[in-house]
């Protein structure tokens, strides 16, 4: 699947990642060139992998009330604001458009 990150800067570029390895998006980003601190691992506890779904976000479903807690508890969030270690990369994301909100990333 291909999608689309924006950075803090409004920067944009395409990202491709395979949607059958059960990566996360946090994973991904990880590995890409916008290192997200992801300082818990993807256990939906650190709220470093902040994004914002864009465009895109009917497909992914709502957040969860694990990630809504950790949502909740930051000083921004936005309405479809997602934590990316909770999202598993599938079809779903092509041609989605992720804005990076974690601090330092
Ligand atoms: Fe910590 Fe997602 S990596 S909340």
Same mark, same amino acid.
């Given at each position: ?18 949607? #059958? ?32 779904i ?14 809504? #807690? ?23 994301l ?9 601090? #330092?990333?």
């Open positions: 699947v291909t999608f689309t990150v924006e950075d803090h800067d409004g920067n944009r570029q395409d990202i491709e990642a395979p949607d #059958d390895m059960g990566l996360s998006l946090m994973e991904v980003l990880k590995a890409s060139e916008y290192p997200v601190l992801a300082t818990c691992g993807g256990m939906a506890l650190c709220a470093t992998c902040h994004v914002e864009l465009e895109g976000k009917n497909g992914l479903g709502e957040a969860t009330d694990i990630e809504l #807690d950790q949502l909740e508890a930051l000083p921004e969030y936005f309405p479809s604001s997602r934590l990316a270690c909770q999202i598993r990369i599938s079809e779903l092509d041609g989605a458009v992720i804005k990076l909100r974690g601090e #330092d990333n």
